[in-house]
């Protein structure tokens, strides 16, 4: 079955990075888009950023600033997503999902329903 599985959360005090891990089983990467969400306490859920496993494009929310990075290894079907300059407003659950698709371009931050959602890693930002 398609599972997604996160780690590499955990605690850091602001200014301080993080490495998050999504890794993905039941399907290969091949044409599919992979997109991390984040989710604080009393918050809407949000769009961070995706990527697409086929060439590689990604795409980030404005808020990100250059200061995240998304990146894929597809021989290991696993997604990364480097928090640096990682700020208090930062914390939140973070989740990755995944579609498959061959569409590509920014709507996949934040306007396209991916069918399959990890259960999220929680990424807590100290002051």
């Known amino acids: 079955e398609v599972q997604l599985v996160e780690s590499g959360g955990g605690l850091v005090q602001a200014g301080g990075s993080l490495r998050l891990s999504c890794a993905a089983s039941?399907?290969?990467?091949?044409?599919?888009?992979i997109a991390w969400f984040r989710q604080a306490p009393g918050k809407e859920r949000e769009g961070v950023s995706a990527i697409t496993t086929n060439d590689g494009s990604a795409y980030y929310a404005d808020f990100v600033e250059g200061r995240f990075t998304i990146s894929s290894d597809n021989a290991k079907n696993t997604v990364y997503l480097q928090l640096n300059s990682l700020k208090p407003e930062d914390t939140a659950v973070y989740y990755c999902a995944a579609s498959y698709t061959t569409y590509t371009g920014s709507y996949l931050v934040n306007h396209y329903e991916y069918d399959y959602w990890g259960q999220g890693t929680q990424v807590t930002v100290s002051s």
């Open positions: 039941g399907f290969t990467f091949r044409n599919y888009a």
